[in-house]
């Protein structure tokens, strides 16, 4: 059974950082492309970041570029998402999610909370 | 950028009932699009794949169509478990987009 975990999430002062940790089970892991999809309280997705199998290429929106940085440890199965001079903003549900080659996100994590506020 | 306005933002149906949500790409998005369920407090769960591929699992009574820039999503026979929110995504091009979601309620 396909399984991702977040966590790392919590309440955290504007203009810090914090880092996002997903922990993938049930299949393997290194075949796959792998994304952040956030979405903030009641409002809809937004794509946050992908990542090639190999961690060699990145991609990110506009609003995220420069600031965060998606990470990948294949020999733990592990996606990470170092959220760096965070905004008001950037208060979401972070999910972590499975990206298919050719394909859409397919299995999603349970979501994990980032708050920021002073 | 690729726009998707998906529409109507909110929906009230019967049990029984068909619905059709559509979403308009802003460009030919080449039937690379997705359709997702959400329920309060869940995350997302992948229903249609390539406009009208359906995943594993998911009842044939939800389906999608389309082509160029615009693109449907139906449910055939609306049950009590179809309640939630319902989003498109476009994956043909960078940065991938979803639509503004549509919000299934009960009649």
């Known amino acids: 059974e396909v399984q991702l975990v977040e966590s790392g999430g919590g309440l955290v002062q504007p203009g810090r950082s914090l880092k996002l940790s997903c922990a993938a089970s049930g299949f393997t892991f290194s075949n796959y492309y792998m994304a952040w999809v956030r979405q903030a309280p009641k409002k809809g997705l937004e794509w946050v970041a992908t990542i090639s199998t190999s961690g060699s290429r990145t991609y990110y929106p506009d609003s995220v570029k420069g600031r965060f940085t998606i990470s990948r440890d294949n020999a733990k199965s592990s996606l990470y998402l170092q959220m760096n001079s965070l905004k008001s903003e950037d208060t979401a549900t972070y999910y972590c999610a499975r990206r298919p080659t050719g394909s859409s996100f397919d299995y999603w994590g349970q979501g994990v909370m980032v708050t920021v506020s002073s | 950028d690729i726009q998707m306005t998906q529409s109507p933002p909110s929906l009230s149906a019967s049990l029984g009932d068909k619905v059709t949500i559509t979403c308009q790409a802003s460009?030919?998005?080449?039937?690379?699009i997705a359709w997702y369920q959400q329920k309060p407090g869940k995350a997302p769960r992948l229903l249609i794949r390539?406009?009208?591929t359906l995943e594993s699992g998911t009842p044939s009574r939800f389906s999608g169509s389309g082509s160029g820039r615009d693109y449907s999503f139906s449910i055939s026979n609306v049950e009590s478990e179809d309640i939630a929110s319902y989003y498109c995504l476009q994956y043909d091009n960078l940065p991938w987009t979803f639509g503004g979601g549509t919000k299934l309620e009960l009649k």
């Open positions: 460009q030919n998005i080449n039937k690379y």
């Open positions: 390539y406009t009208s």
